[in-house]
């Protein structure tokens, strides 16, 4: 009803703007007396916990793009090396699994049937299994080991949103505890990390507020046949997210790339007007920015309509941006909780523009329990 989207025209608007809150939310309460991270759930003891040689990640859909952001987080912090996997691909390719793999089930839902699957899979193998999950009580978290619940509140449009930005959260909360646990960080750094995950929800808010340039472009996109994505680094997953919410909700032909792959195929597909969605990575130690900011000019040399999303005061990007979406400053492993928030507007804007059910596409379930 009216009431429950609290004057929203869908329920995934409204998820859109409850972010703020439901990454405050999934950060709060973290801490135990000493000051260390903790799990909502665990069976795992620290002696296991320090043996793990291993992280798969598994999940699916917006879910797994989540794990393949938080890839790069979890590698980076606790140096143990992790793999993103489709629960539907996982256990039918008899994948190496043994007690010291961690296997990290990301579902919203907690009841996805391939997610539930691949868990039962690697306990047999005898995995330890933590999940992420925004459901207390569901069927993925009651047969895991360990679980880490996101505090999104309901999601009812098909469509995650705050379920994404929360499990992105959730996976980096996982990363610091291992990174804690096995001493890969000191305890200022994780420090650090959780003070600069406690300004996100201020960043997220500065982008809910500032949607013109998004909005516009939907309306003059309304009618365009396909549109392109291109990330790098954490901005790569973003880049398939953002290509993945276009597909689901406007139901164009739309595309996620890795910057860098751009020059290895993608690039043939690019013709006048065609529009180009492009993350720039922050600047910093290296030369990402700079290698991004070449693509941008490559695709713009060749006629596509580039729509850059790039932080504050990147004067840079200015001059190859068709259009500029401006991304408050944040570290390059926390821009993708802002990154995504504009696309999924852009998403949702089109979609209502097309006339679409927004909150439920055609064909497909919120929680899909058969495999
Ligand atoms: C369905 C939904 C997607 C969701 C995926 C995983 O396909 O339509 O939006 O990302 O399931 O759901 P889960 O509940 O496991 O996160």
Redesign the pocket.
Known sequence: TAAEKDGYDWFMRKEIFEQPGAVAATLLDRLNEQGRIKLDESTISPGDLREINKVIII?????NYAGLVAKYAIEHWTRISCEVELASEFRYRDPIVDSRTLVVAI???GE?MD?LMAIRHAREQGARVLAICNTNGSTIPRESDAVIYTHAGPEIG???TK?FLTQVVACYLLGLYLAQERGTLFGDEIANVLEDLRATPDAIAKVLNDLGAVMKLASDLVDVPSVLFLGRHAGYPVALEGALKLKELAYIHAEGFAAGELKHGPIALIEQDLPVFVVVPPKGRDQLHDKVISNVQEIRARGARTIVLAEEGDTEVIGYADTLITLPKVSTLLQPLVATVPLQVFACELATLKGHDVDQPRN?????TVE
């Open positions: 999940a699916c859909g917006t879910a579902s919203q839902s996805t997610t098909v469509a995650s379920g497909l379930a919120k929680s899909v």
